[in-house]
């Protein structure tokens, strides 16, 4: 049974966007049983930790003799590993993985700097000038995005690995009120939040957050 490692005491305060989400909910997704480790910010910077994630971070994931870092070579290798999250059809297979790589590579980035920057720099005296630039970079990405679904339910047909990390990576928007002007976007976001594979990984991040949290 692999395991993976998770926030000890997650900065997100259970809000499912600690990283391992991604991973707890793909192997949810496949029905695959697993266990969590649990480590704090200290421990993650500690040579145990660093023989699996170099730069410290979770999560991880260890199954025998293979150890992963990244989400995204993480969710590959399970959809990989099991039915379920990848198309049969070896194109619409690749298409799928492009589109992991599309939310990580193009979504991610602009959406993780204007997340940063609304909770680190709103005190800066040059925040107002920047924050229009930083979100209009994100709405760009979302109407092309909005585009491309047209009304469908999801990326390419069924839903895939390419929509779970899509979704995760969306959901980092859910303060950030853009999403609201992409009603079509945040209905595809509500189909992925709907899917029961996620909830269960949802409930299970929050549980952690409410055991430290003594709540």
Do not use: C
């Not at 900065?11 to 969590?36: F, I, N, S, T």
């Not at 870092?69 to 999250?85: D, K, M, Q, Y």
């Amino acid at each position: 049974m692999p395991t993976i490692t998770a926030f000890e005491n997650s900065p997100d305060r259970g809000r499912g966007q600690a990283r391992d989400m991604r991973v707890r909910w793909a192997l949810e997704e496949v029905g695959q049983p697993y266990d969590v480790r649990l480590v704090s910010f200290a421990a993650m910077k500690q040579p145990a930790h660093l023989a699996l994630n170099p730069f410290g971070q979770i999560p991880t994931y260890e199954d025998d003799d293979l150890v992963l870092f990244e989400t995204g070579a993480i969710v590959l290798h399970i959809a990989e590993r099991h039915a379920g999250l990848l198309p049969d059809d070896a194109n619409a297979r690749n298409r799928a993985i492009a589109w992991m790589f599309a939310a990580l590579n193009t979504l991610e980035p602009p959406i993780v700097e204007l997340g940063m920057a609304m909770l680190f720099e709103r005190d800066r005296s040059w925040y107002a000038e920047r924050l229009p630039g930083l979100q209009d970079r994100v709405r760009t990405r979302l109407g092309e995005l909005s585009r491309r679904l047209d009304g469908a339910d999801w990326l390419d047909g069924a839903f895939s690995a390419g929509d779970l990390m899509m979704v995760t990576v969306l959901r980092r928007l859910n303060t950030s009120g853009l999403l609201d002007e992409y009603p079509e976007i945040a209905a595809y976001v509500g189909r992925g939040e709907a899917r029961p594979a996620f909830r269960l990984a949802f409930e299970a991040q929050l549980a952690v957050f409410n055991a430290a949290s003594g709540s």
